[in-house]
């Protein structure tokens, strides 16, 4: 079992900013792949960011050039930076790992944008 923890959410005006991390209870260093998505009131869960063992990453068009996302091996870590935040990107944001005994998610943070 691996666990997630997310953390780094909350509230914040239009074009702040925010960065969310993902601790896990284990080594990330042989994880297939880290992800974080999001899932807004009635809406399906979206992928947002996802960086692979290889660290080729993959954005949503909706956040490319405004989130970043990085990990740390040492720290067993990953991170998404949030900038030029909108009110449409409120949502809760979960963090995913990909191992190839299984997929791992994390209990969510809330994200909420004012305008």
């Known amino acids: 079992q691996v666990q997630l923890v997310e953390s780094g959410g909350g509230l914040v005006q239009a074009g702040g900013s925010l960065r969310l991390s993902c601790a896990a209870s284990r080594s990330i260093f042989s994880v297939l792949a880290m992800g974080w998505y999001r899932q807004a009131p009635g809406k399906q869960r979206e992928l947002v960011a996802r960086?692979?063992?290889?660290?080729?990453?993959k954005y949503a068009d909706s956040v490319k050039g405004r989130f970043t996302i990085s990990r740390d091996n040492a720290k067993n870590t990953v991170y998404l930076q949030m900038n030029s935040l909108k009110p449409e990107d409120t949502a809760v944001y979960y963090c995913n790992a990909e191992f190839t005994q299984g997929r791992y998610w994390g209990q969510g943070t809330q994200v909420t944008v004012s305008s």
């Open positions: 960086i692979t063992i290889v660290d080729s990453i």
